[in-house]
């Protein structure tokens, strides 16, 4: 055996506990991977794990204190020297593992695979494994919380627990502190020589030539290596490439290459060429025999993300990705997880990428209030050229300073970057999400503080980057605040600030949103889209759990003084989603909507939502290179929401017409019509987001408000590679009407619309208009 061996855990498996409301001792059919709420509904013994309007639904179970999962096994076949380990992929959060009565492994990290040699503890046959999970909500009371910890109210027991931060309720997830071994249980046979870690990576790539790199450690009993030797070889399409023999003199390595770059093919982001890869395969020979190996697939690229710490309105400040020397200009989408119970998350990830690539997506962030994904979603990414920005899970906190956690958040990162750093569609390494914004949020963080103070973004984090992915950019939070700005703000209000984030998250409250994207300083937004107004699903299950909710909350009014976006289970969520919603229906269309029919409520909240998400993207294309890109949020609900800022919804049907306005704002050619200062002047502006020239013939047809149509505009366009250009000034016509716009090389094959005039605008001639487009 040259390469370690799973045997995955999947036989009989139970679940046993203590009944939180009888007292008596329970015992289940268990799932694994599975979540326990997912064997309680099973078995009859709760009906929804996630109510719409019940926050306090699964309460009773978040105490208790000994959900016991056990199995028996086999002991696997060995060889002489051959080690066998226990590996659990996720255990949820809080849990004692033994085996056969003897307790081998202690978990307090559900982000992370866990691991412990249980090679002594096997008998031949019949072994019996038993993790026993916690509390997480007892657990968290056994820690200080000192007032220099900061987390919202509602989720405060988070701030000491490696758990995803979404389970105490969000404005995108309910409320389900759960528990169970949500990823797979398997042993893992190593040999006594084997590879223990390998990092491969792109030093550099030049005109001329490209240099990789690879460090390398292997395992071995021997002491004496003077018969070791090692082969790396990099193959496409079955063919060795490349290949270099390497000296082992020691356990340790590395290995740097230098090739010219007419022999190799380069990855690049989805749009600016192919996302070509490599099988990189480790050799360890002893003598002539071939004593280990190992393989990954690889991509040859540099990214690297150049930025300063503050810009100003004159744009003196940058953050702009690179890749292969390259500017790329970011089309993208914020990601969570795909189901709030995360054993089920798995099989929807592929179809969820799928629709980021429908999308003409080119990156996806990894938002910190979830989990880390699996090798899968990196290997689509890897394949179809999706940049991935990861955050590390954090969000919306100021985390705690002791060392013991401390030292807990330097393991997590540790095996999360050692993990995930050899895929290439890995562009960047981020301490979490809005940690640094909370500073600009009232009075939530205390003001001896400043964002420097965060021992865990600014030292921890940092450190294992440079450590652990030398190659790789980091950048502390999204968005990143400088103590600078801290200071500033809070001496001045933020319209008379001189300085801004080079990256900002950019939520506009207002109905006139277009003035807030044009006085934006930030070069790139990292999350976008309504605030307060979110897209309504439009399938008839979903909305129908939320219309008992809705119906009983329509007409309540509402102080704007009590808006709250903290968690979607609450009804001052729904009351601010209502109040807010029938405001700027009014401003947009100029009239109320009732409740039902819904379906009618929902093509009018979606539309509203599609003219936001359309303005935001093609705003910042058309002012490329002092805006280098859009991340908007988000893809995807992860449970069966009525309303929430994705553009699908959790049954995989598409909010339209937003997703589609999407789609077509992101292509990567793309014409697009804007007023970028505000001042009336319209232009019609030609993007290319690829490496290649674009030019052909465009037309423009106009639609008036009755669905007329004429011909309103022809010409040709011409744009170089990697730019946008203004292609010509066009009048307004004297009533509001829709362009809609073709071109394409050979034909017109591609399209995009822009709607003139100003709101209020009847709601007929918007759907007449969207049905024209193919939308409704």
Not at 331 to 341: H, I, S
Not at 559 to 577: I, K, P, V
Request: proline share 7%; aromatic share 12%; with cysteine.
């Amino acid at each position: 055996m040259t390469t370690p061996r799973v045997i995955p855990l999947r036989g009989t498996w139970t679940l046993s506990f203590t009944d939180p409301e009888t007292g008596e001792a329970r015992r289940l059919p268990a799932s694994v991977p599975g979540n326990v709420e997912v064997d309680l509904e099973r078995e009859g013994l709760i009906e929804d794990p996630y109510p719409p309007d019940d926050v306090a639904a699964m309460r009773r179970f978040e105490l208790v204190d000994d959900w016991s999962y056990r199995t028996e096994f086999a002991a696997p076949e060995c060889a002489e020297g051959d080690r066998v380990e226990l590996v659990l992929e996720g255990v949820d959060t809080v849990a004692d593992v033994s085996v056969n009565g003897r307790q081998v492994l202690r978990c307090e990290n559900m982000l992370i695979p866990h691991s412990v040699d249980v090679t002594e503890q096997l008998r031949p046959e019949r072994n019996e494994l038993l993790v026993r999970i916690r509390s997480a909500e007892l657990h968290a009371r056994k820690f200080p919380y000192p007032p220099g910890q900061v987390s919202r109210e509602a989720r405060r027991p988070q701030a000491y627990l490696r758990k995803a931060r979404h389970m105490w309720g969000w404005d995108n997830a309910p409320r389900l502190v759960s528990a169970g071994l949500w990823r797979p249980v398997y042993l893992r046979v190593l040999p006594p020589v084997r590879f223990r870690d390998v990092y491969v990576y792109t030093e550099e790539v030049g005109p001329e030539a490209v240099s990789i790199g690879c460090n390398w450690s292997v395992e071995t009993p021997e002491a004496d290596l003077a018969d070791y030797r090692g082969r790396m070889e990099l193959r496409r399409n079955g063919s060795v490439e490349h290949a270099f023999d390497f000296e082992v003199d020691f356990t340790v390595g590395r290995i740097s290459r230098r090739l010219p770059r007419s022999e190799v093919r380069l990855w690049w982001p989805l749009g600016y060429g192919e996302p070509a890869l490599y099988d990189v395969r480790l050799a360890l020979y002893v003598g002539e025999e071939l004593a280990a190996e190992w393989s990954t697939r690889f991509g040859i690229r540099t990214v690297e993300l150049v930025r300063t710490e503050v810009t100003d309105r004159e744009g003196k400040g940058e953050f702009l990705f690179r890749c292969n020397g390259e500017k790329i200009y970011v089309r993208g989408t914020n990601w969570k997880p795909k189901d709030a119970l995360h054993s089920r998350a798995g099989n929807r990830v592929r179809d969820a990428l799928d629709l980021c690539v429908d999308l003409n997506c080119n990156m996806v962030r990894i938002w910190g209030g979830g989990i880390y994904e699996e090798h899968g979603f990196f290997d689509y990414c890897d394949e179809h050229g999706l940049l991935v920005w990861q955050d590390f899970m954090f969000a919306c906190e100021f985390p705690p300073r002791e060392g013991f956690f401390l030292r807990a958040v330097a393991r997590e990162a540790e095996a999360v970057i050692r993990r995930l750093r050899n895929h290439p569609s890995l562009a960047l390494w981020c301490g979490d999400n809005e940690v640094d914004a909370t500073f600009f949020w009232g009075t939530l963080i205390p003001t001896n503080l400043l964002p420097s103070d965060n021992r865990v973004t600014r030292q921890v984090l940092a450190d294992a980057v440079k450590s652990h992915d030398p190659y790789r950019c980091y950048v502390p939070s999204s968005p990143h605040k400088a103590d600078c700005l801290v200071a500033e703000r809070r001496l001045l209000p933020e319209e008379r600030s001189d300085l801004a984030s080079p990256e900002e998250h950019l939520y506009p409250g207002n109905a006139d949103f277009r003035e807030a994207y044009r006085r934006s300083a930030a070069h790139f937004i990292g999350e976008t889209g309504p605030f307060f107004i979110n897209a309504m699903s439009q399938t008839p299950r979903i909305v129908q759990r939320e219309l008992p909710r809705a119906r009983r909350l329509w007409d309540v009014a509402v102080e704007r003084g009590a808006y709250t976006l903290d968690r979607h289970q609450t009804d001052e969520h729904f009351l601010t989603w209502k109040d807010a919603v029938r405001r700027r229906l009014e401003h947009f269309f100029g009239r109320d909507f009732p409740l039902e029919p819904w379906e009618e409520l929902a093509e009018a909240v979606n539309i509203v939502c599609a003219d936001m998400f359309k303005f935001a993207i093609e705003h910042s294309r058309c002012r490329r290179w002092r805006k280098t890109g859009v991340l908007w949020w988000s893809l995807m609900d992860m449970w069966p929401m009525m309303f929430n800022y994705s553009v699908v919804d959790y049954d995989w049907r598409t909010k339209q017409p937003a997703y589609s306005w999407i789609r077509r704002s992101q292509q990567p050619v793309c014409l697009m019509v804007q007023d970028l200062r505000g001042d009336g002047k319209h232009h019609l502006f030609a993007a290319d987001d690829t490496l290649k020239a674009a030019e052909g013939a465009f037309r423009v047809t106009a639609v008036d408000a009755n669905g007329c149509e004429e011909e309103a505009l022809g010409g040709e366009f011409s744009v170089q590679p990697n730019r946008t250009v203004a292609v010509r000034e066009v009048e307004a016509p004297a009533a509001p009407s829709l362009w809609i716009i073709e071109w394409g090389p050979g034909g017109h094959t591609m399209s995009n619309h822009y709607v003139w005039g100003e709101p209020p605008y009847p709601f007929e001639t918007c759907r007449r208009w969207c049905s024209r487009l193919g939308d409704l």
